[in-house]
């Protein structure tokens, strides 16, 4: 087979893939799909019991990471859409304190008393779920998966880090479902970003009968799998605005555990400096360091807690380098000038670059091939495609088709 780099990608509407899929829409497809979100690309139902014992429950969509016209219904902003799901006007200030974490002398990442949250929903509603990939899924219809019948959302509360939160319990009563409705096709599942991280976690852990009989492969677009370095940044500043340009705004709360409390990998970043204060250097080995440095003590104890790397199901492939038990393929772009740390003396903050996708660097995009099980297969670079651009890409998406219809068997590049 040609390399994916050969295939054309939209033409008259239509992608097209040379000797595999037609300009006609296609109903081939063999594995039904389950799609795994980024950071802050979840919609989450939150529920407060406030300080009078009144009960309070709205949606929550990060105000950051969801443009204004992929949210649900009419909303004409992240604030609107929280009102008019319940949210009284009067408490709209409460809601980044109810949002927040506390963590714990040991480290520990707990929902504030009295507030808890989840999906809104887990696969029924893939516009509603995961609003910010409604291109992607309305795409994929030419591959013959469609939004709710055979393509769902697997949401999650991205705020807490792998095995901290309900994904791996959702992941599975989702996969049984979608298994049972395909009359036992297994699943395809696909992942973005945090969401890869959060996929591979689950697949490592769950019992590896069960994967076998239910997951037919694992495939990512830009997927997160190594802790990321100018995430760190986050723990020092603000957190996330109800006003989505807020200058000083970040997109997450500088409690959220779900990326700053991973660690950085050595084996990914090796010895480059990633962030420069006060004179001194911090290379991945001193991401706690910087933490502490930079007044974010408490992530620095989360971090101490919830690093990848004292994680035995990161290290089965980090340290390990074992193939998970499914077949893997991933795609992320590379080419465009990409922030992986930052110069902070001075009164001027300095963004460090180096190649990537605008969102991730290479380096962390390259951190699966310490565990594929072959290189020149499972792995594919499209230049100049965007971290979030990836998942609308004719050619990422002609991939995942390919895959799919060879059960898992077609090689990315030939």
Not at 273 to 300: H, I, K, T
Not at 342 to 354: A, F, I, K, P
Request: charged share 15%; proline share 5%; glycine share 10%.
């Amino acid at each position: 087979m040609k390399s994916l780099y050969l295939f054309s990608a939209l033409v008259s509407g239509a992608l097209v893939i040379t000797g595999c899929v037609s300009t006609e829409k296609d109903e081939t497809v063999f594995s039904p799909l389950v799609f795994v979100p980024g950071l802050g690309m979840s919609a989450l139902q939150v529920d407060v019991v406030d300080s009078d014992g009144e009960s309070i429950q709205f949606d929550f969509l990060v105000p950051s990471m969801t443009p204004v016209e992929l949210l649900p219904g009419s909303a004409p902003s992240a604030l609107a859409y929280s009102i008019e799901s319940g949210l009284p006007e009067s408490s709209v200030d409460q809601v980044a304190d109810w949002m927040a974490l506390d963590i714990d002398a040991e480290g520990i990442a707990r929902n504030r008393p009295g507030v808890t949250a989840q999906p809104v929903s887990v696969g029924e509603n893939f516009g509603l779920e995961c609003p910010r990939y409604v291109p992607m899924v309305d795409a994929l219809e030419t591959f013959g998966w469609i939004a709710n019948v055979n393509a769902y959302c697997a949401p999650f509360d991205y705020r807490f880090t792998p095995g901290s939160n309900s994904f791996v319990s959702d992941f599975v009563t989702l996969v049984e479902r979608v298994v049972d409705a395909s009359s036992g096709a297994k699943a395809a599942v696909a992942c973005h970003s945090q969401g890869c991280l959060m996929a591979y976690h689950a697949l490592r852990t769950i019992d590896a009968e069960w994967i076998n009989e239910h997951v037919v492969f694992l495939f990512g677009f830009a997927g997160q799998f190594s802790g990321c370095s100018d995430c760190l940044l986050w723990a020092a500043q603000t957190g996330w605005s109800w006003d989505p340009n807020a200058p000083d705004a970040t997109p997450v709360d500088r409690t959220w555990v779900g990326e700053m409390a991973l660690g950085l990998q050595e084996s990914v970043y090796g010895q480059e400096v990633l962030y420069r204060l006060g004179g001194r250097n911090y290379q991945a080995m001193d991401s706690a360091r910087l933490l502490v440095d930079v007044g974010a003590a408490s992530m620095a104890r989360a971090q101490d807690r919830y690093a990848l790397g004292k994680q035995q199901w990161f290290l089965q492939g980090s340290e390990l380098r074992q193939p998970l038990g499914v077949p893997t393929r991933f795609v992320f772009g590379n080419g465009i000038p990409t922030t992986y740390g930052y110069d902070l003396n001075g009164s001027n903050m300095v963004e460090l670059q180096t190649d990537g996708d605008g969102g991730d660097s290479q380096w962390m995009n390259q951190a699966p091939l310490r565990w594929t099980a072959d290189v020149d297969c499972d792995v594919l670079e499209i230049p100049g495609v965007g971290h979030m651009e990836i998942v609308t890409n004719g050619v990422a998406l002609a991939a995942l088709a390919s895959v799919s219809t060879s059960e898992g068997k077609e090689c990315l590049r030939g």
